[in-house]
């Protein structure tokens, strides 16, 4: 679903009294509507995570149905609505092989925030993209060749090969894809037990 269509889904919803816009007074709501979210295919297989706001949107679209609960309430002028903890596509999407695009920010969720040369776990903002072999002696911007790296750590690597600067990598840098996700979506879960029929099997 596109961004405008969310949008329009959500002005749609507040339209017929679904939703209040969010009070300021209402500390809870906020919070809410950024829990993660398991998605799952209309196979039940695990897909994806979005936030409880996306997984309303698509509950309320009649696109997917609410299979977990997470015991919270969104609460609106109207009526309380049960905050989802996974919901379930109602048609079958196919999902490409096709690893996930090259961007930053999936380099640092594939590295989980972590500088792969010292171990730091920073906020996206404290880190930088190395590339292991460095550019200027034909490193490529690829899944291979790119991880999370601390600003320190960057300095000290420098224009050298980890071999060269005498540093290493905690782990071989590989491509994002369906497995990398799955762990994720495990690490994630660990903190929703409604989550785990769906991703431990
Ligand atoms: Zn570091």
């Known amino acids: 679903m596109s961004y405008r269509m969310e949008h ?3 002005a749609a919803a507040r339209h017929a009294g679904l939703f209040a816009p969010v009070a300021p007074h209402r500390t809870g709501d906020g919070h809410a509507l950024l829990t993660p979210v398991l998605v799952l295919n209309a196979s039940y297989e695990p897909i994806n995570v979005c936030a409880a706001r996306r997984a ?5 679209k009649g696109v997917a149905m609410t299979e977990e609960e997470n015991g919270h309430f969104l609460h609106s002028a109207r009526l309380a609505m049960r905050v989802p903890s996974v919901i379930r596509l109602l048609e079958y999407r196919r999902i490409p092989h096709q690893s996930r695009a090259l961007s930053r920010k999936n380099i640092l969720l594939r590295d989980r925030n972590t500088c792969q040369y010292c171990g730091a776990v920073l906020p996206s903002s404290d880190l930088t993209l190395d590339h292991v072999l460095p550019r200027s002696r034909g490193g490529s911007s690829t899944w291979e060749n790119l991880v999370a ?12 090969s980890p071999a060269e600067a005498g540093m290493r990598l905690m782990r071989e840098p590989r491509a994002f894809n369906l497995h990398t996700s799955r762990h994720i979506m495990r690490l994630m879960g660990r903190s929703d037990d409604k989550w785990r029929k769906y991703l431990f099997y």
Request: with cysteine; net charge positive; aromatic share 0%.
């Open 8 to 10: 329009e889904a959500i």
């Open 56 to 60: 309303l949107v698509l509950v309320l």
């Open 149 to 160: 790296c601390c600003h320190p750590c960057n300095r000290r690597k420098g224009n050298q």
